[in-house]
Nanobody, 124 residues
Framework: QVQLVESGGGLVQAGGSLRLSCVAS????????MGWFRQAPGKEREFVAT????????LYADSVKGRFTISRDNTKNTMYLQLTNLKSEDTAVYYC?????????????????WGQGTQVTVSS
């Protein structure tokens, strides 16, 4: 069982930056694919970014490519999402997720563990 706890959300002006963190419990963090997803008010949860176990393979949603950066530190059981040049449409609850298998995927149904989410609000 893996528990995930996100932090780092908050209120920021358009054009600003935030760094989200996701801390995982357990000793197998380094073997998991990790991902970030988000859910805006009134919308379905959507894929944002994913990273493989070693950190050398990543995928991004087109809407965040070039603005967001996913990374991980396996020594700290922590994944990060650096958000830059934020836009009002980035306002959402951001969730981290973990997948036991090693192939990265953008599909939510392939992630077994989820955090509770952290709110990011971008004011224009």
């Amino acid at each position: 069982q893996v528990q995930l706890v996100e932090s780092g959300g908050g209120l920021v002006q358009a054009g600003g930056s935030l760094r989200l963190s996701c801390v995982a419990s357990g000793r197998t963090f380094s073997t998991y694919v990790m991902g970030w997803f988000r859910q805006a008010p009134g919308k379905e949860r959507e894929f944002v970014a994913t990273i493989n176990w070693s950190g050398d393979s990543t995928l991004y949603a087109d809407s965040v490519k070039g603005r967001f950066t996913i990374s991980r530190d396996n020594t700290k059981n922590t994944m990060y999402l650096q958000l830059t040049n934020l836009k009002s449409e980035d306002t959402a609850v951001y969730y981290c997720a973990a997948r036991r298998r090693r192939d990265i995927t953008i599909l939510q149904r392939n992630y077994e563990y989820w955090g509770q989410g952290t709110q990011v609000t971008v004011s224009s």
